[in-house]
């Protein structure tokens, strides 16, 4: 069985990877560029869940392979639950993972409350059935970036139970807790059946 990731970004690519190749599972994992697929879906969805399907049907309908793709948001009480979906784009259309960990930290100050969560979604889709895996990791803002690991918001997310944030922390630890990681270990549960 062939299954491919839809997803352009490198380092979430080597992520979902690296957790997929411990599973051990009988299925070969392809990339877009190993198939020459060039494109970009519009994340246009209000919901991680919307975005996700928006990206693995069309990375299906180019490659006519079972697809999966994820979308993630970082929520934040203080927030309102902000920026969730629109968390790689928090600081503006083009911003950078910098621009988005700034305003960020900005935006809640010197608050007390700064739990927070991520929560990835993923999406399998084979061209007409529609599968959803949920996976969250709880945990709390810190006052500062901290680490050089990781991407996105891993310089400021300590993870409940830890005092690093996942920019700190050892990549096979946190592909173990991760809400990525929780959420691909339902699908391969899933697949597993």
């Known amino acids: 069985m062939k299954l491919l990731i839809a997803s ?3 380092k979430k690519l080597k992520e979902l990877l690296v957790i ?21 879906p519009e994340e246009n969805g209000n ?3 919307a975005n996700a399907l928006i990206k693995a049907k069309e990375f299906n309908l180019a490659s006519g392979m079972i ?3 994820d979308d993630t948001g970082l929520e934040v ?25 700034e305003k960020l930290l ?5 608050s007390e409350n700064r739990a927070a969560r991520f929560r990835t979604v993923i999406c399998l889709f084979d061209g007409n059935e529609v ?7 709880e945990g709390r803002i810190s006052k500062k970036e901290k680490g050089s690991l990781g991407f996105g918001y891993d310089q400021l997310f300590i993870p409940n139970g830890y005092e690093e944030t996942f920019a700190e922390l050892d990549s096979a630890v946190k592909n173990k807790i991760s809400h990525r990681a ?3 270990q339902l699908l391969i549960d899933y697949l597993k059946t």
């Open 8 to 10: 352009n970004n490198q």
């Open 67 to 69: 697809t999966i793709a």
């Open 182 to 184: 929780k959420a691909l």
């Open 77 to 101: 009480d203080e927030l309102a639950g902000r920026p969730g979906v629109y968390s790689a784009r928090f600081a503006g259309e083009n911003a950078t993972d910098s621009d988005n960990r």
């Open 47 to 49: 919901t991680l869940e």
């Open 106 to 110: 900005r935006d809640i100050g010197n």
């Open 131 to 137: 599968k959803y895996f949920n996976g969250v990791c």
């Open 20 to 40: 997929v190749e411990t599973a051990k599972l009988e299925l070969e994992i392809v990339i877009p560029n190993q198939l020459g697929i060039v494109i970009n």
